[in-house]
């Protein structure tokens, strides 16, 4: 089995932010896509103590530096994952139609820019760290 759903805690500049993730298709360890949505948490210790209520343990933690750009649409970003090392993701940020439309003009984008596609990660760094400490 393969974790689809990921809740998160980020440190964006000066903001915190909570982000949940649906990735689809679901138990795959080969992502398509996913559903995201976030929101600012105005009291972090208070909202901590609520995850702890919740009984939720942090797994990992993706300490990352980014670089972001747009571009027709996507954003472009220059990830250092500290423990995994480069990366670059390309997400959306328009909607281009259909999934496999969206994917085919991303991979598009990617060819203009010299990205080897064959290359392509879709489990995400959460589940790369996960099986890097053996949790899966």
Known sequence: EHPYEW???RQRGDKVIFNYKHFYPENSPNTTHCDEYESVI???SDFNKIL??????????VDKTRNAYMY?????????????GHYIEIEAKEDFGTVEETR?????IAKDFGIKTEDE????YPRVLMKLKGLI
């Open 7 to 9: 809740v998160s805690v």
């Open 42 to 44: 105005s009291n972090v």
């Open 52 to 61: 702890n209520a919740l009984q939720l343990k942090s797994l990992v933690v």
């Open 72 to 84: 027709k649409g996507f954003e472009i970003a220059m990830d250092y994952v500290k423990e995994l």
């Open 104 to 108: 085919d003009k991303l991979f598009t």
């Open 121 to 124: 990660d879709t489990e995400g």
